[in-house]
């Protein structure tokens, strides 16, 4: 019987260390290869503030505003989405307070999409000052004279 010199043996476990290191480290680059290409796109609620931020230079620094989805004019708390919708919105334009329903000047509307904004802004009495996309619209009250 033969045996193996010692630096034959170093080497195979050497080899099998590397081995065993590169499947081992398999997962973790697989695991990692996915969350990239799952980050590399925004996420649907930085899309949604994205849009709701370009509100704020046309909004007062401070203050109340309203708010309201669709064309009801109010907010139902019921339904989730609109529900993260409104808090999303109130986050986004703090240090402004959002609150539900059209007893303020000014106005921030999310919609669905196909609404046509100027018709319910025609129909609750307000006009349409900026749209951001996605349904989302600054309205405010005719008779408000700009002083922000």
Known sequence: MQTVSY?????????LLLILGFISSQHPVQFFS????NLSQPDEISLFITQVACLREALPAHGVIGYF?????????????ESKRYFLTQYTLAPLVVEP????????????DGMDAVLIA?????E????????TFLFRKPEVIENR
């Not at 996915?34 to 290409?37: A, D, G, L, T």
């Not at 989805?69 to 989405?81: A, H, K, M, R």
């Open 34 to 37: 996915y969350i990239s290409r």
């Open 128 to 135: 349409v000052i900026e749209e951001c996309g996605g349904g």
């Open 122 to 126: 025609k129909d609750l009495g307000l």
């Open 7 to 15: 630096q034959l043996r170093v080497r195979i476990g050497l080899m």
């Open 69 to 81: 989805i669709n064309e009801v004019g109010t907010v139902s708390f019921s339904d989730l989405e």
């Open 101 to 112: 329903g059209l007893s303020h000047n000014w106005i921030v509307g999310n919609l669905k």
